[in-house]
């Protein structure tokens, strides 16, 4: 019920817009968010937007990332800015604050190297 994607290979500095497709029963209700795991290392929270549209990010992306949502297609999206390698991760949307084990997809991977 979730589909993301436009991840890919990048340079340091530069920028990528990953889409959540999602299904309108979840779109209309939740709050959506994006979430990202790095190699060896625990899946957390990136960013969040309320269906009213109130948002939330992570101390490590704010000011760079900006999340919006598209009523009219279903679509979460996570606008990165300023990439850095740090970034480097596989990008998930889900619920949030509480994210539903069942609505976990495969992701998209985001690699920012030079």
Known sequence: QLVESGGGV????QSLRLSCAASGSIFKIWT?????????????????????????????VKGRFTISRDITNNTVYLQMNRLKAEDTAVYYCNTAPNALVYLWGQGTQVTVSS
Do not use: D
């Open 10 to 13: 990048v340079q340091p500095g």
């Open 32 to 60: 959506m968010g994006w979430y990202r795991q790095a190699p060896g290392k625990q899946r957390e929270f990136v960013a969040s937007s309320t269906a009213g549209g109130n948002t939330n990010y992570a101390g490590s």
